[in-house]
């Protein structure tokens, strides 16, 4: 029986699923640690047979891997996918990654993305992070012909401010937005040790709202801390991309696992598993489209979806409210 239910925004014709799939986490074992190619491919035709239909991916993940991997698992199915990659970070042969939004660029991106993905078109093209070098009208003229050309669907940004986005709209229909949020980052001033420019309750949610666009949260599950699974002495693979977060990582972490920790009493008391309360509680905002949880197996992937099968009642949602605040 599927479980799964569709939401819907103004700017995107196809309805996309609440619960969607981050493929960062299938870039191989060189970024997260625990998974195989094989166990990858599983998971997201596991996923698409639960009817998940929002992937996000970027040529970043991997350095092209994850890309790859996405258009393996999905052969036979792509009609039933909506495939949200994105553009503007690319890496040199010694994969020294910089921001580059230029049309140039964007030309070779688009072609090196169609050909590991193996498809004719990808619905949502995602600019990655903003690019200070290039004025944003020359990106957004480059999108609009790849638009027109039938290459994209749809254009979004992801981790830009207000201002950026209202900037880039003048020149073009930007249809999504993405960024960092969680229950215990709910307008957070940066991402690893980027600084980040926009405030996703106060100011993203708002605008969205307003635009009729598309919301994507990404680390709904703050990369695992808010799961019943993440331990006060974690220990992450050497090449584990947590480590760059220092959040995850001493001094910082103390602070967050201890309010980690009442997260899982309340969902203790629940019955239910933190992944599904902190999934839910992010399910019941109108703002968010598709939740793009990572899930490095099959058991976490369908964990996650059963989520769907409950609501949080009205008393849990106050008390969460009053953690959350402290
Ligand atoms: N636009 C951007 O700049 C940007 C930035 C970051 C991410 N993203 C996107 O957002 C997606 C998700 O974000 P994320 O990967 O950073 O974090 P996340 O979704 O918050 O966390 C994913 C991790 O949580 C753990 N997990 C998931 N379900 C679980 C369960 N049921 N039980 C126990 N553990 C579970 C797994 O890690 P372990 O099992 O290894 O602990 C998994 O890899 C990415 O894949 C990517 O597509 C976009």
């Given at each position: 029986m599927k479980i799964m239910f569709y939401k819907k925004v103004d700017k995107i014709k196809e309805p996309l699923s609440a619960i969607g799939y981050g493929?960062?986490?299938?870039?191989?074992g060189d970024f997260w640690s625990g998974t195989t190619d094989e166990s990858s491919i599983k998971t997201i035709q596991t996923a698409i047979k639960n009817g998940v239909n929002f992937f996000d991916v970027a040529p970043v993940y991997g350095f092209g891997h994850a890309e790859e991997i996405l258009g393996k698992s999905i052969k036979g199915n792509r009609s039933k996918i909506f495939i949200a990659s994105k553009c503007g970070l690319v890496w040199d042969d010694d994969r020294n990654i910089s921001n580059n939004l230029s049309p140039d660029s964007l030309e070779r991106e688009i072609n090196a993305s169609l050909k590991r993905l193996d498809v004719?078109?990808?619905?949502l093209y995602q600019c990655h992070w903003p690019d200070p070098q290039t004025d944003i009208k020359n990106t957004m003229k480059k999108l609009n012909e790849l638009k027109d050309e039938g290459l994209i669907k749809y254009i979004g940004l992801t981790n830009f401010s207000i201002e950026e986005a209202k900037m880039a709209m003048y020149f073009g229909e930007i249809s999504s937005m993405q960024g960092l949020y969680n229950m215990l980052e709910r307008n957070p001033d940066s991402y690893h040790n980027i600084p980040l420019e926009?405030?996703?309750?106060?100011?993203v949610f708002p605008f969205v709202k307003k635009n009729g666009i598309a919301f994507f949260p990404y680390s709904p599950l703050f990369q695992g801390l808010l799961?019943?699974?993440?331990?006060?002495s974690h220990n992450f693979d050497k090449n584990d991309v947590r480590n760059a977060n220092p959040k995850l990582n001493s001094p910082l972490f103390d602070k967050y696992y201890d309010k980690s920790l009442k997260i899982r009493e309340i969902a203790k008391e629940l019955g239910k598993p933190t992944s599904q309360l902190a999934i839910n509680w992010l399910v019941?905002?109108?703002?968010?489209?598709s939740i793009i949880a990572g899930a490095q197996n099959t058991e976490q992937l369908l964990q996650n979806i059963e989520a769907l099968t409950w609501n949080i009642p009205e008393e849990t949602n106050e008390k969460l409210e009053k953690v959350l605040e402290e």
């Open positions: 493929c960062w986490g299938i870039s191989g004719d078109y990808i619905d926009y405030k996703t309750e106060k100011e799961t019943d699974s993440f331990g006060e019941q905002k109108d703002e968010i489209t």
